[in-house]
């Protein structure tokens, strides 16, 4: 008898999808239908998203991670067959670059601090190579190797329930034969749901349009995405929610969508592109823009360093609220932060945005007739103020200070389920008690075999 020597591997990939319509936990999908009688899957695939203001991401910058236990004489066939799936599925394009990394055994700790710092900056290709090449069993790229970059970040990023919020997503998929095609899909089916599940379930529809938000557009190769809080509550909206045209697959992944896992570890640093995190004074009064964005500025108290301050149009009550803000108010601001060359000015694109103190604000004005209670009118300039009603003049009687009443109140604000980041945790998921653990469902995905 030979003994089976098991060891664990943790497998991470991202950069695999294209604007053309391809997308990366399909291929996560395709992955695990390939390997998934050769290994035993100890958590569900993981879909993290990175920093949301890498602008060369396309789709939300997600990656996915797998940690596996696999016999040791097996591990090398398998990586070859991850390999192959990559290549067969990637298709040619100058802002592909997909990248796998493996890990064997314990995840190191500068992988771990590689994947926070991958929710917060811009990291670079060399260094990802760099960690890859010295603490890594192997890893694969094509094209530049940015992939590797979300790779090592999923890897690390493993949402250890003592430490960090999570969520799931369970994602059906489409039949070939049907990609680009228009989905049809049962919408009073998903409201239905909704209702049923929340608030166990969220951002499947819009507060503010009541539009249903679970498809993406185009080609995709996904159906449909719904986000909640266990598995089984996932497979549940599965058996609810009607498609008119038969299924590919499902699968459930576990992710930091709707954690705030980002502005966790952010700060008030200001660097193009970084996440931010930080009280500011808002210093001017709010400009609406061509197209309705909303500009102000602030002083960040921490570092003292004046900041332009957006909210953008889709976010529309969000973006309203923000528009009543007045210099002396303060914030706590959530975004992130782009530099603008042309005016050498960093502007904080808001995600979320907390108000946390409303500044008075006055404005003056005639003063009230002393006989007859009327407001009187100013006499002209340095001449005092007379009353139109009883006649009194009184040329030394002064203007009157008058409280503005401010439309705002001190509260959390959240742009709407459409106009939100993956990341952004939803109204509906503040005050859920938190989990405790991962309960690992036995159907958590499926290959539909469709003849
Ligand atoms: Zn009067």
Redesign the pocket.
Known sequence: MTLQRDTILHIGFDDTDSLQGSCTTHLAVIIIEEIDRQVTFLDYPRLIRNNPNIPWKTRGNGAIGFTIKIAEEKVNQVIVTIKRSIENYYQPDENTNPGLVVVKGNIPEIIKEFSKRALIEVLSIEESKEIATSHCFDHYFIGNGRGLIGGLAAIGNILNPRNEDFTYEIITYRSSDLFGTKRRLDKESVYEMDKKLAPEVFNNIDEETNKVLICPAGPDPVFYGIRGEEAEKMLEALSIVKTLEPLDAYCIFRTNQGTDQHFKYADERIENYRVFKGDIEITSKPRILLGGHVILQGIIEENKKLVDIAAFEPSKNFKQKISKLLPGDKIIAYGGVKYNQEHETHTIQLEKCEIIFISDHYYETSPL??????R?TSAGLNKGHK??????KDSNIPKVKIKIVREIQRELLIPPAQAQRHLVKPHRRYGLKKKESVKFVENWWKKYLNE
């Open positions: 007739c002393p006989k007859c209670n009327k009187m009353c139109k009603k009883c006649g009194f």
